[in-house]
């Protein structure tokens, strides 16, 4: 398809809302062009009118009507400019937003396989490169292929020849850019696909300088730099080599065009068919139909990017989430019970990669289930299917005695809450991270909040209270501190089933005994589900599962499995041998 039609077919809808800046754009923009193809005439009219000897006063309105209409393009062009960024970007704008969400919406199998640093790349750099080119479309391209054709018709309008030259002219001209364009553009699509795939690199090794650099690894990373940049080098001197097809053969094609005009021209001048005016005229305008060729050619490399960047965000859009979102129902008010159902789970389709097995439980509303099992038995796995960041492959999970599947979205993302190892705060400030950006919460809520979670003196004596901008990635704050406004989080949100992900590990003795009173808190009224690699961490559950290899090999009440001599929990108990869950 051609690029042209691709991107009109994916900004028509985001243009809908700018219909009326729209309408005024081309306003400016035909008005522009008009007043620059009639001032050329005024000119042919001048030096005519000067060589035969026309009134002063009919030269003088010739001349202030020149300065007039010249001034007034000027005007019209700047202000065309100006609205047609201000379109640019306001649809494209919205295109990132939505392309954002689609994304977010899109399961974690997808987001496995791309890094931060790619996603932003497709969805800042493919959108600006549409926007840039946007902008200067309707200006530059759209603009200068009506004056093109104007000055055509107005060369036929001189005499057939000088308009069948010129009409040879521009067609060559174009055509041949569409063709080379048609070309460059899939080396442009692995240019920007190799850009993508070296920020993507580049933000890994970012975020992982410490471990790099602590554990010798520089030279390997230098190495796999300047390897990715000895790829991408040879592509973009490709795509380079595409526009540079377009400038070269658009001056060739000027001059043919130049020197065929001319040539056609030459005998009506010697045999008086056309005046001195005329013969200006001509020459005025194959100057003038040069620069809007030479202005469309110089946009045909933003084309052929745009048209890369094209393929690149509809294969976003036509990304589907394995995890599709078409449940209605709410869950029930309190605490939600659990029910695994024969539940199999597996990463990928591979039968050797079977996370969890045959898992069936059930936990009643407002009793708490303590997880315990070797690192990669499951146990997170466990909490990512709670909260349905993947469907079993086999079996149903219930929660609230509703198939997860059938469960509203946004209500199932407040009725289920979890808090993991590794907290994410946002560049923002403490009220944005604890309320995800939701204004309608007020601040007595969230005090009362901080307060009962013991951190609420710690807030009050930051110099702006709630409104302390954090950094991201929990800059700013130290590990217990960032736990501790994640679980405010919860505590905001009310849920009947509450996920503990090892949320205790990374603190301070002092830090933990907070958390210890807040989750105690937290769990009263509530169902829980209590993910540990220490036994302590579990001494508050009711039940206990423990898992090896994806399946469970014990299960059911703390006390009953701890007064059992023969339980491995008993055993663990005994022993105290936490590495075992290690």
Do not use: C
């Not at 035909?30 to 001048?46: E, H, K």
């Not at 052929?304 to 294969?315: C, L, P």
Request: proline content about 4%.
């Amino acid at each position: 398809m051609i690029p042209v039609r691709a991107y009109w077919r994916l900004l028509r809808k985001y243009l809908l809302p700018l219909r009326a800046r729209v309408v005024v754009l081309f306003v400016l923009l035909f008005t522009g062009i008009a007043f620059q193809v009639i001032n050329p005439q005024l000119i042919r009219s001048f030096i005519d009118g000067a060589t035969t000897g026309a009134e002063l006063s009919e030269l003088t309105a010739l001349a202030a009507g020149f300065v007039l209409l010249a001034v007034g393009h000027q005007v019209m062009s700047v202000a065309a400019t100006y609205f047609a960024a201000q379109i640019g970007w306001s649809a494209t704008n919205e295109m990132r937003v939505e392309l954002t969400g689609h994304l977010l919406d899109l399961d974690l199998s997808f987001h496995k396989t791309k890094t931060p640093g790619e996603l932003i790349e497709r969805i800042d750099g493919d959108v600006t490169t549409l926007s840039n080119f946007f902008s200067a479309f309707v200006v530059q391209v759209m603009g200068n292929l009506v004056l093109v054709i104007a000055i055509v018709v107005l060369m036929w309008r001189e005499h057939p020849l000088i308009g069948l030259g010129m009409t040879v002219f521009a067609g060559v001209a174009m055509a041949f850019m569409v063709k080379i364009q048609a070309i460059a553009i899939p080396w442009w699509r692995e240019v920007r696909a190799k850009r993508a795939a070296f920020f993507g690199f580049l933000g890994e090794q970012l975020g992982g300088t410490e471990d790099i650099r602590a554990n010798g690894a520089v030279p390997y990373m230098m190495h796999r730099f300047t390897a990715m940049h000895r790829e991408w080098l040879p592509l973009e001197v490709r795509g380079r080599f595409g526009f540079s097809l377009l400038w070269s053969s658009s001056i060739a094609v000027y001059v043919f065009g130049l020197a065929l005009v001319f040539a056609l021209g030459a005998p009506l001048v010697r045999d008086g068919a056309m005046t001195i005016g005329a013969v200006y005229l001509v020459f005025h305008y194959t100057e003038m139909i040069r620069h809007p060729i030479d202005q469309i050619r110089t946009q045909m490399e933003d084309l052929q990017k745009a048209g890369a960047g094209i393929s690149r965000i509809e294969e976003l859009f036509a990304t589907t989430t394995h995890l599709p979102e078409t449940g209605t129902r709410p869950l029930p008010a309190g605490a939600l019970a659990v029910e695994f159902d024969g539940v199999d789970f597996a990463y990928r389709d591979d039968a050797d990669e079977i996370v969890l097995e045959d898992l069936d439980l059930r936990l009643e509303p407002g009793r708490h289930l303590g997880i315990l099992g070797r690192t990669g038995s499951g146990k997170s796995t466990l909490a990512r299917l709670l909260t349905r960041l993947y469907d079993p492959v086999d079996g149903a999970l219930r929660i609230g005695g509703m198939d997860l599947r059938e469960v509203e979205r946004e209500n199932r993302r407040a009725r289920v809450g979890m808090v993991t190892q590794e907290v994410q705060l946002f560049r923002a400030t403490i009220r944005d991270n604890l309320t995800f950006f939701d204004a309608t919460v007020p601040d007595t809520e969230l005090w009362r909040v901080l307060d009962e979670l013991g951190i609420g003196e710690w807030i009050r004596s930051l110099p702006k209270g709630l409104d302390t901008m954090l950094e991201s990635g929990s800059g700013g704050v130290s590990a217990g501190q960032a736990q501790l406004l994640a679980f405010a989080r919860i505590f905001l949100r009310d849920p009947g089933l509450v996920i503990l992900d090892e949320a205790s590990s990374r603190l301070d003795p002092a830090t933990e005994v907070l958390i210890e009173r807040a989750v105690d808190r937290l769990l009263q009224g509530r169902t829980g589900v209590i993910i540990a690699h220490r036994l302590a961490t579990v001494e508050r559950a009711d039940d206990i599962l423990i898992l090896d290899r994806g399946r469970m090999v014990e299960y059911g009440p703390r006390r009953d499995l701890a007064a059992d001599p023969a339980s491995r929990f008993s055993s663990l108990l005994r022993t105290g041998m936490e590495e075992l869950l290690a």
